[in-house]
């Protein structure tokens, strides 16, 4: 799908590195440090596994929210909240886009997983008639995070959650490029999100036992991206465009969930065909791509031999640096590797590729012309 009519024309992120996407282009340009482990605040250490790394997002909800909100907010809402408000102030919306006009999507897998443990937890721990806390329940909804933005920045447009693993980053572009194609906004913030919580931290602890995750260092995180349509009233804006989306693709490539180089190698591989061919362009032209299931021993391999084989050898992905310093997002690792590959200072403009596949066999990528 050739989508070159769809344009970035500002980004933001919350990682382990700090906020915004400069923290990435000063970590590119530096030599590689070893970071410590360390966990979120306001919870306790001891309920952690201490095999695993961790990264989590550094920011400071109360500068962004107030200290009110932090006392009831979940974390899935507080990255999501606190990197749209960032990106709707540095792109000064209120001044050039309509509310009605200002659309929303963000990419999850589940939404807050601590809220809604916490809240079965209580249905079965807590006294009957199941006495649990009501002021968690409103953050267990998968949409929860997407409604709060809109709320906040009074956007009253297009408000939309897409669940897909680490697809989720490509699918909020996806709809909201269809929705900019449609008219329905004339700009769409659009990301996707990842909490790092204890239940997330055992469940990487045990993949990694089964030997099913490589032993990568596990962090959270949140991107979001202003989008416009070309055509649309948004374009007359003040905006320094970041990136154009010349090609977005998605593929099915093992319908049984089952990750054989065999049966799934080769519908990879003409996944990224396509995108090249939607794109206009060849594989040379491609300066560098992120592999966002790095981190998963069966999908790694799957996604690393795809994309030697279409990009050539000597073209290496970046996925060593950037997941020893943001560690493995999940739902927001495609977000936050294209959020990298935008900040980098390598000479524009030039093309970049993001590549994701999920265990249920659905794949997806993603080339924009960084300008």
Excluded at 3 to 22: K, N
Excluded at 285 to 309: K, N
């Amino acid at each position: 799908m050739s989508l070159g009519c769809i344009r970035i024309v500002g980004a933001d992120a919350l990682s382990a590195l700090g906020a915004g996407i400069t923290v990435f282009k000063d970590r590119i340009s530096s030599n590689p440090a070893t970071r410590e482990s360390s966990f979120p605040p306001n919870d306790n250490v001891d309920e952690w596994p201490t095999e695993v790394e961790y990264r989590p997002a550094r920011f400071e909800v109360s500068s962004v929210l107030g200290a009110q909100r932090v006392q009831v907010i979940d974390r899935t809402t507080a990255l999501t909240l606190c990197t749209a408000i960032r990106l709707h102030g540095s792109l000064r919306l209120r001044e050039y886009v309509p509310d009605h006009r200002l659309g929303i999507v963000v990419g999850t897998s589940t939404g807050s997983i601590k809220s809604y443990c916490d809240f079965v937890l209580d249905s079965h721990a807590q006294p009957r008639p199941y006495l649990v806390n009501p002021r968690n329940f409103p953050s267990t909804l998968l949409n929860y995070a997407a409604s709060q933005c809109a709320i906040h920045l009074g956007a009253r447009s297009v408000n939309a959650t897409v669940s897909g693993g680490r697809l989720s980053g490509l699918l909020a572009l996806k709809y909201a490029s269809h929705m900019l194609e449609r008219n329905y906004a004339d700009l769409v913030l659009a990301g996707s999100v990842e909490e790092l919580c204890r239940e997330t931290a055992w469940a990487h602890r045990l993949l990694v036992q089964q030997g099913c995750r490589n032993p990568v260092p596990l962090g959270d995180g949140c991107a979001m991206f202003g989008c416009i349509s070309v055509d649309s009233n948004a374009s007359a804006g003040p905006w320094r465009p970041l990136a154009d989306i010349v090609a977005l693709e998605t593929v099915r490539f093992s319908s049984n969930g089952s990750c054989t180089r065999d049966g799934s190698l080769g519908p990879l591989i003409e996944c990224l065909s396509r995108a090249l061919t939607s794109a206009g362009i060849r594989s040379s032209s491609v300066s560098e791509y992120a592999l966002c299931g790095a981190s998963d021993v069966a999908l790694g391999d799957l996604e690393r031999e795809a994309a030697r084989t279409v990009f050539g050898q000597g073209l290496r992905p970046i996925n060593e640096r950037f997941m020893d310093c943001v560690g493995e997002t999940y739902s927001a690792s495609f977000s936050l590797a294209l959020a990298w590959l935008l900040s980098s200072s390598a000479a524009s403009p030039r093309y970049a590729a993001v590549l994701a596949t999920e265990e249920d066999g659905q794949g997806g990528c993603l080339i924009v012309r960084i300008r």
